[in-house]
């Protein structure tokens, strides 16, 4: 008997096979069964075009894209590299900035009860807005379209950290805190030495959670704002028609969301440790 | 009166008792300890001993009396006094070597890394870990933990070494394993030692002095029991000293029959007793309710 491994690929490369097939079977283009009326002629025949394309159509469409993603013909013609490029770099900005303020002001919110109870209520608040209604607001307010998908990706990417850091830091057990008293360790030593690595795979979890958040959003966000991203290049593609380039770039999507996560995971791996 | 290297005076610990009114757990508690002496306490649960230990370790604070150090009053906790835990506390994200490194650069921050790695090596071959430095707390045995927390707290050399029932948690078999090597490390530094125990041959074999506690609520420590037997000491032949027996039932005795009324000196001091030389238990002193009723009357006249 092969190895759990290998029998798992085996189920999952039939199961894609199976998929294929059905998908590839039910786009099949009709038999013409009566000639072509005239006023169909006109139209351009547009019967065969109007359904979804069959996964043949998507991996042309994905050959000629990989086989040169960094292209850039004009506004509205950039390979598909540079979309994702946009998006990730969108998103990476907007999540640093989040980092930034998040991990501070989580370790404040976790070390005091007090700045807990007084902030806790913004944070309630503000948690469950959608990121994407503070574009208009943020639009008005930065005046730069760019910048203000960045903005939606900071907002909807502080509270997990936020939240899990405040979390974390406020549930170190108390016995590693009392080693660093009894060694005299200054609050400064005692958060870098102590409380930060016991609290990083906590914290690892929230930045985990804010980047799969990020990648979902910025790709309505680009919806929004246009010009550049992938989530631009998905509604260009839809307004063009393109059905399989569009069947494309979501893939596309979920590969690099993906790898998103597999970073993070990796990260997490590094800080876990066991009792 | 001469002062002692630790001085304990007039300690006590109240609670809230949940329903309005409060709760001594332990009072007037005061005893000293001599610089190179090891001392262990015992007790029944619910006496106290952990939060007298803690007061002293600077991690608690008492609701009154106080504690000097070196003609120092004891305040927060502090790198001349060093703690072992019962649950060990090795910070799990660090190798057995890096634990004691941690502690050693807290200890002496001016020390070169070469200087420190040598120091904490030394300490972790003491405990007969020099083969697993590298290994997190995570894949050590229980044992094997507290072996690297008792070195971690002995590589800072405080001068007052607080363990709290370090082996409590451990089966009997590395009980004892750990007990003699405590032993042989403690004839090598002569640290002074506060340790809480619950178990009576434990003290007998660790200690110069054996602290009794009545039970709580309003523990106090009644009794402090010499043990006259020679270092070095060992568990295969401790037993072998007649004055072992003695002691041992001296202690037992205390702990089954009289820790519920036992009471210190009139002043507040443990009454100093010495089984090996025939001292037997008190008599239970009748001022107590004298003193009580004396109160009770004194409190009528107010």
Request: proline residues 6%; aromatic residues 8%.
């Given at each position: 008997?092969?190895?759990?491994?290998?029998?798992a690929?085996?189920?999952?490369?039939?199961?894609?096979?199976l998929?294929?097939?059905?998908?590839?079977?039910?786009?099949?283009?009709?038999?013409?069964?009566?000639?072509?009326?005239?006023y169909?002629?006109?139209?351009?025949?547009?019967?065969?075009?109007?359904?979804?394309?069959?996964p043949?159509?998507?991996?042309?469409?994905?050959?000629?894209?990989?086989?040169?993603?960094?292209?850039?013909?004009?506004?509205?013609?950039?390979?598909?590299?540079?979309?994702?490029?946009?998006?990730?770099?969108?998103?990476?900005?907007?999540?640093?900035?989040?980092?930034?303020?998040?991990?501070p002001?989580?370790?404040?919110?976790?070390?005091?009860?007090?700045?807990?109870?007084?902030?806790?209520?913004?944070?309630?608040?503000?948690r469950?807005?959608?990121?994407?209604?503070?574009?208009?607001?943020?639009?008005?307010?930065?005046?730069?379209?760019?910048?203000?998908?960045?903005?939606?990706?900071?907002?909807?990417?502080?509270?997990?950290?936020?939240?899990?850091?405040?979390?974390?830091?406020a549930?170190?057990?108390?016995?590693?805190?009392?080693?660093?008293?009894?060694?005299?360790?200054?609050?400064?030593?005692?958060?870098?030495?102590?409380?930060?690595?016991a609290?990083?795979?906590?914290?690892?979890?929230?930045?985990?959670?804010?980047?799969?958040?990020?990648?979902?959003?910025?790709v309505?966000?680009?919806?929004?704002?246009?010009?550049?991203?992938?989530?631009?290049?998905?509604?260009?593609e839809?307004?063009n028609?393109?059905?399989?380039?569009?069947?494309f770039?979501?893939?596309?999507?979920?590969?690099?969301?993906?790898?998103l996560?597999?970073?993070?995971?990796?990260?997490?791996?590094?800080?876990?440790?066991?009792? | 009166?001469?002062?002692?290297?630790?001085?304990?005076?007039g300690?006590?610990?109240?609670?809230?008792?949940?329903?309005?009114?409060?709760?001594?757990?332990?009072?007037?508690?005061?005893?000293?300890?001599?610089?190179g002496?090891?001392?262990?306490?015992?007790?029944?649960?619910?006496?106290?001993?952990?939060?007298?230990?803690?007061?002293?370790?600077?991690?608690d604070?008492?609701?009154?009396?106080?504690?000097?150090?070196?003609?120092?009053?004891?305040?927060?906790?502090?790198?001349?006094?060093?703690?072992?835990?019962?649950n060990?506390?090795?910070?799990?994200?660090?190798?057995?070597?890096?634990?004691?490194?941690?502690?050693?650069?807290?200890?002496?921050?001016?020390?070169?890394?070469?200087?420190?790695?040598?120091?904490?090596?030394?300490?972790?071959?003491?405990?007969?870990?020099?083969?697993?430095?590298?290994?997190?707390?995570?894949?050590?045995?229980?044992?094997?933990?507290?072996?690297?927390?008792?070195?971690?707290?002995?590589?800072?050399?405080?001068?007052?070494?607080?363990?709290?029932?370090?082996?409590?948690?451990?089966?009997?078999l590395?009980?004892?394993?750990?007990?003699?090597?405590?032993?042989?490390?403690?004839?090598?530094?002569?640290?002074?030692?506060?340790?809480?125990?619950?178990?009576?041959?434990?003290?007998?074999?660790?200690?110069?002095?054996?602290?009794?506690?009545?039970?709580?609520?309003?523990?106090?420590?009644?009794?402090?029991?010499?043990?006259n037997?020679?270092?070095?000491?060992?568990?295969?032949?401790?037993?072998?000293?007649?004055?072992?027996?003695?002691?041992?039932?001296?202690?037992?005795?205390?702990?089954?029959?009289?820790?519920?009324?036992?009471?210190?000196?009139?002043?507040?001091?443990?009454?100093?007793?010495?089984?090996?030389?025939?001292?037997?238990?008190?008599?239970?002193?009748?001022?107590?309710?004298?003193t009580?009723?004396?109160?009770?009357a004194?409190?009528?006249?107010?």
């Open positions: 008997m092969a190895s759990l491994n290998v029998r690929a085996l189920l999952s490369v039939s199961f894609l096979i998929m294929l097939g059905l998908w590839e079977l039910s786009t099949q283009p009709p038999a013409a069964q009566e000639a072509i009326t005239e169909e002629l006109l139209m351009g025949v547009a019967g065969q075009e109007s359904r979804v394309p069959p043949s159509a998507v991996m042309k469409v994905a050959w000629t894209e990989l086989s040169n993603p960094f292209y850039d013909a004009g506004a509205n013609d950039k390979g598909i590299g540079i979309q994702l490029a946009y998006s990730v770099y969108r998103v990476l900005t907007g999540y640093l900035a989040a980092m930034a303020i998040a991990l002001l989580g370790f404040l919110i976790g070390m005091s009860p007090l700045m807990y109870k007084a902030l806790n209520p913004y944070i309630q608040v503000l469950p807005i959608s990121p994407l209604a503070w574009m208009p607001l943020a639009l008005f307010i930065i005046q730069d379209s760019d910048a203000s998908a960045i903005f939606v990706i900071f907002i909807c990417s502080i509270w997990p950290m936020l939240l899990n850091t405040a979390f974390g830091v549930n170190v057990r108390q016995d590693w805190v009392n080693v660093a008293r009894t060694h005299e360790l200054n609050p400064f030593k005692t958060a870098i030495t102590v409380i930060l690595p609290a990083a795979p906590t914290i690892l979890t929230g930045m985990r959670i804010s980047i799969g958040i990020a990648w979902l959003v910025i309505a966000a680009e919806m929004l704002v246009g010009g550049t991203g992938i989530g631009y290049y998905v509604w260009n839809w307004n028609l393109d059905l399989a380039s569009v069947i770039s979501i893939l596309m999507i979920g590969v690099v969301g993906m790898l996560d597999l970073a993070l995971g990796k990260a997490q791996k590094l800080v876990e440790y066991k009792e | 009166m001469s002062k002692s290297f630790l001085e304990v005076d300690l006590s610990k109240v609670y809230p008792d949940g329903q309005g009114g409060d709760l001594t757990v332990f009072e007037d508690v005061r005893f000293a300890l001599e610089k002496e090891f001392v262990c306490i015992i007790g029944h649960s619910g006496c106290g001993k952990s939060t007298i230990l803690n007061v002293l370790a600077g991690l604070e008492a609701s009154s009396g106080n504690v000097v150090m070196n003609g120092k009053e004891v305040k927060g906790p502090g790198l001349e006094r060093g703690v072992v835990f019962q060990y506390s090795l910070l799990p994200w660090k190798t057995s070597l890096n634990n004691i490194v941690f502690a050693v650069k807290a200890r002496w921050p001016k020390w070169s890394k070469d200087k420190v790695r040598e120091h904490s090596e030394r300490y972790l071959k003491m405990v007969g870990l020099d083969h697993a430095l590298n290994r997190k707390p995570s894949q050590l045995s229980g044992g094997m933990r507290q072996r690297v927390s008792i070195a971690r707290a002995f590589a800072t050399q405080p001068e007052l070494l607080l363990l709290d029932e370090p082996f409590g948690a451990l089966d009997a590395t009980r004892g394993v750990i007990q003699d090597e405590l032993v042989k490390i403690w004839e090598e530094t002569r640290q002074t030692v506060f340790m809480i125990t619950h178990d009576v041959d434990e003290a007998i074999l660790l200690s110069d002095r054996i602290f009794l506690m009545s039970n709580g609520p309003n523990a106090r420590i009644a009794e402090s029991v010499k043990v037997l020679p270092h070095p000491r060992s568990r295969a032949t401790i037993f072998q000293n007649p004055a072992h027996h003695k002691i041992r039932d001296y202690l037992v005795d205390f702990l089954v029959n009289r820790s519920g009324s036992a009471q210190p000196e009139e002043d507040g001091s443990p009454i100093v007793i010495d089984p090996s030389a025939g001292d037997a238990a008190p008599k239970p002193v009748p001022a107590k309710p004298d009580k009723t004396e109160t009770a004194r409190a009528v006249n107010a």
